[in-house]
């Protein structure tokens, strides 16, 4: 696994190695093996259409996976750089807390954070790294190099809300209805901009939108309208975001654009 930032223990780094080095068997590394005693039974076997099956519940699978929640797929969609171009260019942007980040094939990487660097990675969505673009995409237990998951982090405004909802609990409860919280932009958080609250949620972009809710409270009922900012396409044929079914080049209705022409890297 390659690393890089503020790495915790349990990620050694290893030497910068290509793609194709990283993902080859090494005999120098310590192996570890199963120890019997300490394996806590999970999964239940069985057998469909003549095929071997073993089937994780909700529990196991969520148990599994939250130890990766803050973990963010890493897309280049022409080229990706050497390792050393991922270290320095994750570096440069200078993300809060510990990361680390590994290949997951030759496309795409996994970057694994602990902090406020997942938020802020996240958000930017297309990045820079080793002069390559980098979309970022949220990782899920269903994570597939072919498609992409529905989800977003997307800005939403609560215009006329009660000023005194203008409480972190609050505001975590009313974005909880409509997405996942994950953050208040400054002038919310500070209540200097009492006209609007300002949140992000994170969006499943094949979900229906909800435009208003109803908040009760003492003998009042308000309805409060909320407006979205920027809400990605996401395009039901090919499993994309960034463009509708209608602009998909995939199922032939748009022609497929030609790839951006790299000039060379001037020499020093």
């Known amino acids: 696994m390659a690393n890089s930032g503020s790495t915790p223990p349990e990620y050694p780094t290893p030497k910068q190695a290509s793609y194709a080095n990283v993902t080859a068997s090494s005999s120098h590394q310590s192996?570890?093996?199963?120890?019997?005693?300490?394996?806590?039974?999970i999964g239940t076997y069985n057998e469909k259409d003549g095929k071997k099956v073993l089937g994780f519940s909700s529990s196991e699978n969520d148990r599994l996976a939250a130890s990766w929640k803050l973990t963010l797929i890493g897309k280049f969609s022409f080229a990706i750089p050497h390792p050393k171009g991922i270290d320095s260019g994750l570096s440069s942007l200078k993300l809060k807390g510990p990361y680390s980040w590994s290949f997951a094939n030759p496309s795409h990487i996994i970057i694994k954070l602990r902090g406020g660097g997942f938020n802020m990675l996240w958000m930017g969505t297309l990045w820079s790294l080793g002069d390559c673009p980098m979309r970022v995409f949220k990782w899920t237990p269903s994570f597939n190099p072919r498609t992409e998951a529905p989800l977003a982090p997307v800005w939403i405004r609560l215009p006329g809300l009660p000023i005194h909802f203008f409480d972190h609990?609050?505001?975590?409860?009313?974005?909880?209805?409509?997405?996942?919280?994950?953050?208040?932009?400054?002038?919310?958080?500070?209540?200097?901009?009492?006209?609007?609250?300002?949140?992000?949620?994170?969006?499943?972009?094949?979900?229906?939108?909800?435009?208003?809710?109803?908040?009760?409270f003492d003998d009042t009922s308000h309805t409060q309208k909320i407006i979205y900012e920027r809400i990605p396409d996401y395009c039901n044929y090919c499993k994309h975001i960034g463009h509708s079914i209608e602009g998909c080049y995939m199922n032939g209705k748009r022609t497929r654009p030609p790839p951006p022409v790299r000039r060379p890297t001037p020499k020093a």
Do not use: H, W, Y
Request: proline share 7%; aromatic share 4%; glycine share 2%.
């Open 169 to 216: 609990n609050a505001l975590f409860a009313i974005s909880m209805i409509i997405g996942t919280p994950l953050q208040v932009d400054s002038q919310t958080a500070s209540r200097s901009r009492l006209s609007m609250a300002r949140v992000c949620v994170e969006l499943n972009l094949l979900k229906d939108r909800i435009e208003e809710l109803v908040l009760e």
């Open 31 to 41: 192996n570890l093996p199963f120890d019997p005693k300490r394996i806590v039974p």
